[in-house]
């Protein structure tokens, strides 16, 4: 154990920065106008989440975040969007067993209302109601992820 100044030394702080966030990818479809675009038509809309992390040194990690969204009205395609928004991280001073956490749950945590507002802004653009996804729960996505690698292992 080390002492400063009488005491023990504290360990270094935990800490997350974020250093850039980008669109990595956009894409917008609007296949069927200017019919999609008449009133009154209630459309099913599905949406996917996914989230991936490509480590760029020791401390710094580009993590993206994908979400992809469909409308459709009587099987017909109304719009489709996918959009990749990326942000680059650095995270010091965390324990490796949480590492994984941090990058799958806190840095998408933090990137999603810059998201939200992309594909918002874009649906409205393509000639929609602007399109304001639900607030997304990172950590059962993580959870999600953990279950389906735990019988990749078992048959490794």
């Not at 490509?54 to 719009?79: Q, W, Y």
């Not at 680059?88 to 965390?94: A, G, L, T």
Request: aromatic fraction near 8%.
């Amino acid at each position: 154990m080390s002492m400063t100044n009488g005491g023990p030394e504290a360990a270094p702080q935990p800490q997350l920065s974020v250093l850039a966030q980008y669109i990595k990818d956009l894409s917008f479809e609007n296949p069927n106008a200017p019919r999609s675009l008449m009133p009154n038509q209630q459309p099913q809309i599905g949406i996917q989440i996914n989230v991936d992390a490509n480590p760029l040194s020791d401390t710094d990690i580009e993590v993206a975040l994908r979400l992809e969204g469909k409308a459709e009205h009587e099987s017909n395609v109304m719009f489709a969007f996918e959009l990749t928004f990326a942000g680059v991280f650095r995270i010091q001073n965390v324990p490796q067993e949480s590492l994984q956490a941090v990058v799958l749950i806190e840095c998408p945590r933090l990137l999603f209302p810059f998201a939200r507002e992309i594909v918002a802004n874009t649906v409205r653009n393509g000639g929609f109601p602007p399109l304001l996804l639900d607030p997304f729960d990172f950590v059962a996505l993580y959870r999600q992820k953990m279950e389906q690698a735990q019988p990749d292992q078992a048959m490794a």
